[in-house]
């Protein structure tokens, strides 16, 4: 990956490497500090803006989320049963 596009996807808001989903384990809410609950990678293309690297990240975002939750709760259904 050259300099451009690590400074591009760094400015995003998950990073060069995709988007990641943690649970938060600390009361002060750190970032990154729980385990993941899931992850994806988004590859930074040639001809990426900050924007259209950051809408392929909420696309994913965007399934992962939805995702991840319907799993907890069914988690936590099968917990109870």
Do not use: F, N
């Not at 392929?56 to 939805?66: A, Q, T």
């Amino acid at each position: 990956m050259s300099h451009e596009h690590s400074e591009i996807a760094g400015r995003v808001d998950c990073g060069p490497e995709g988007c990641e989903l943690d649970w938060l384990t600390s009361a002060r809410l750190e970032v990154d500090d729980g385990p993941i609950l899931a992850q994806e990678t988004v590859l930074v293309l040639p001809d990426d803006t900050v924007e259209s690297l950051h809408e392929r990240i909420k696309e994913v975002e965007r399934r992962l989320y939805p995702a991840v939750l319907r799993s907890l709760v069914e988690r936590s259904e099968a917990e109870e049963r």
